[in-house]
């Protein structure tokens, strides 16, 4: 199965960007990095899809180096709504989504 | 609206008997997916189906078992073989099977509990 490591957790304040990375050694050529966003007893959003360099959309930036073992989730100005659960996914094929155990984002005031 | 709904929200059911979990979705998707969720842990995938009439298993299928009768329908059911089936159920669906970039839409699940 397609594996990708991300942190565990992290803490923020309100305002800040917050940068979350995600390491996905095993990519393969044809495999796409997904972020999903989970509020608690909620099902997950799709937050932002990109294949390689920077992708940027109304919520957040999605940087991808050359060589795709990573990627960086980038959060402008993060509120205290954005308190959440964060997945990195590396998307193959057809097949369903495989997550992992994401990382808890926490923002205070 | 268009969106996938579970019903019910919550449910409660005696160790031993068989329940089964509701998952429609009106946004015209052929492909709809199981997932279950437990405290802490991430998503992991039970059964999906590309189209109807067809299923395949997932990570962890034991003890579960789906019909897909109906674009609209994907119904999941807990056996009594499931042996931790108390945990937070997700349905989900997406557009079309051969598209590279297939979004997941998630419901907003079902929290089995069973004593």
């Known amino acids: 199965l397609a594996k990708t490591t991300q942190p565990i957790s992290m803490d923020s304040y309100e305002g800040q960007e917050v940068n979350i990375t995600c390491s996905h050694n095993?990519?393969?050529?044809?495999?796409?990095i997904t972020w999903y966003q989970q509020f608690p007893s909620q099902g997950p959003r799709f937050i932002i899809q990109g294949y390689k360099t920077k992708v940027t959309n109304e919520v957040a930036s999605l940087f991808i180096p050359a060589d795709r073992k990573s990627s960086t989730l980038s959060l402008p100005r993060v509120s205290l709504s954005d308190t959440a659960v964060y997945y990195c996914?590396?998307?193959?094929?057809?097949?369903?989504?495989?997550f992992g155990s994401g990382t808890r984002l926490q923002v205070q005031p | 609206d268009g969106g996938i709904t579970q019903s019910p929200k919550y449910l409660f059911r005696k160790e031993g008997q068989n329940v089964t979990l509701s998952c429609e979705q009106n946004l015209n998707h052929d492909a709809m997916y199981w997932y279950r969720q437990d405290p802490g842990q991430g998503l992991r995938l039970i059964y999906y189906?590309?189209?109807?009439?067809?299923?395949q298993k997932g990570d962890i299928a034991e003890g579960y078992s789906v019909s897909r009768e109906k674009k609209e329908s994907f119904p999941l059911t807990v056996t009594s073989a499931q042996k931790n089936p108390t945990a937070f159920y997700l349905c989900?669906?997406?557009?079309?099977?051969?598209?590279?970039?297939?979004?997941?839409?998630f419901g907003p699940g079902t929290r089995l509990t069973v004593t």
């Open positions: 996914l590396q998307r193959t094929g057809r097949r369903a989504l495989t």
């Open positions: 095993n990519i393969a050529t044809n495999d796409y």
């Open positions: 989900a669906s997406s557009k079309a099977r051969d598209r590279e970039f297939d979004e997941q839409y």
């Open positions: 189906s590309q189209i109807v009439n067809d299923f």
